[in-house]
């Protein structure tokens, strides 16, 4: 089983769409949870690290639900450039090996 | 900018040859890594360093080499590749501590490499 699953889309909304993206992972010891931003031939980018109790970062909402080992990310309003593969990764205490899921390509349509 | 360099950006390679990919960080950081995106499939973590010393070799097969002569700097040595093995490689770095925290790990943009 993978460490990280993503539904890879693509999810092609309009501008202005609210959009939600799942991922699960295998590995209950995993501790620390993000959500990468990698635009079309760039590097990956942080985008935001997901907390326990939810956390929001502007049109950004990362959510975490432990017991059944999913997290989410939520964009409102979506922008144009919002357009990217979004990379859910988790790692687990104290390592800095991070497990990639595939990631899940987003195109924001005018 | 990230704050992690890559050299070559691109690279064509055969079978036969032996090259290297270089990675450079300016960030102060004490970890770093080399992963391979393929298409259609996740990042790979393939080597894991702190502080100099290589902590993490996730069954890389031999003809990839890595080397880490300071903390700014990495090197993936490269030798009779398959075509199999053509790929983005990225070099990546990040604060690092024996403790509980993960940190976020910078890019660089990567190099595109084909083995033909």
């Known amino acids: 089983r993978k460490e990280v699953e993503q539904d890879p889309g693509p999810f092609n909304v309009p501008e202005g769409a609210t959009v939600a993206f799942n991922c699960t992972y295998s590995?209950?010891?995993?501790?620390?949870f993000f959500w990468y931003r990698q635009d079309c031939r760039k590097e990956p980018k942080l985008l935001m690290s997901?907390?326990?109790s939810g956390n929001e970062d502007g049109r950004f909402t990362a959510q975490l639900n432990r017991a059944s080992q999913y997290i989410s990310l939520l964009i409102r309003d979506s922008k144009l450039s919002d357009s990217a593969t979004y990379l859910c990764?988790?790692?687990?205490?104290?390592?800095?090996?991070?497990?990639f899921g595939t990631g899940t390509r987003l195109t924001v349509i005018p | 900018e990230t704050g992690v360099t890559q050299t070559p950006r691109h690279l064509v390679m055969g079978m036969t040859n032996k090259k290297s990919l270089k990675c450079e960080q300016h960030?102060?950081?004490?970890?770093m890594y080399w992963y391979k995106q393929s298409a259609k499939k996740p990042l790979e973590l393939m080597f894991v360093?702190?502080?100099?010393?290589?902590?993490e070799n996730n069954s890389v097969p031999s003809r990839f080499s890595p080397e880490c002569p300071n903390s700014s700097h990495l090197f993936l040595h490269l030798h009779t590749l398959q075509p199999e093995d053509s790929a983005l490689y990225l070099c990546?770095?990040?604060?690092?501590?024996?403790?509980?925290?993960?940190?976020?790990?910078?890019f660089g943009p990567g190099t595109r490499l084909t083995v033909t």
């Open positions: 990546a770095s990040s604060p690092w501590d024996s403790g509980a925290t993960s940190y976020e790990q910078y």
């Open positions: 590995n209950s010891a995993s501790q620390s």
């Open positions: 960030l102060g950081h004490n970890a």
């Open positions: 997901v907390y326990s």
């Open positions: 990764v988790v790692t687990r205490t104290g390592a800095n090996n991070l497990f």
């Open positions: 360093y702190n502080f100099k010393e290589q902590t």
